[in-house]
Nanobody
């Protein structure tokens, strides 16, 4: 069992930055693929970024490439999402997720554990 707790969300003006953190419980954090998803009102949950257990492989949605960076610190059982040059369309609830898959996965159904979500609001 893995428990995930996100933090770092908030209200920011367009062009600003935020860093989300996701703290995981459990001794096997380093073996999980970790992902960040987001869900805006009336829309489906979609992948933002994902990272494999070593941190050597990452994937980003086209909409965030060049602006967002996913990273992980296995010693701290934490995964991060650095979000720069934020846009109003980035407004959503952001979820951290963990997958037992051996390679990065981009669909929500491939993830086994989810955090409660953190709200990110970008004002224009």
């Amino acid at each position: 069992q893995v428990q995930l707790v996100e933090s770092g969300g908030g209200l920011v003006q367009a062009g600003g930055s935020l860093r989300l953190s996701c703290a995981a419980s459990g001794r096997t954090f380093s073996s999980y693929v970790m992902g960040w998803f987001r869900q805006a009102p009336g829309k489906e949950r979609s992948i933002v970024a994902t990272i494999n257990w070593t941190g050597g492989t990452t994937y980003y949605a086209d909409s965030v490439k060049g602006r967002f960076t996913i990273s992980r610190d296995n010693a701290k059982n934490t995964v991060y999402l650095q979000m720069n040059t934020l846009k109003p369309e980035d407004t959503a609830v952001y979820y951290c997720a963990a997958s037992r898959a051996s390679v990065v996965r981009t669909i929500a159904g491939a993830y086994d554990y989810w955090g409660q979500g953190t709200q990110v609001t970008v004002s224009s």
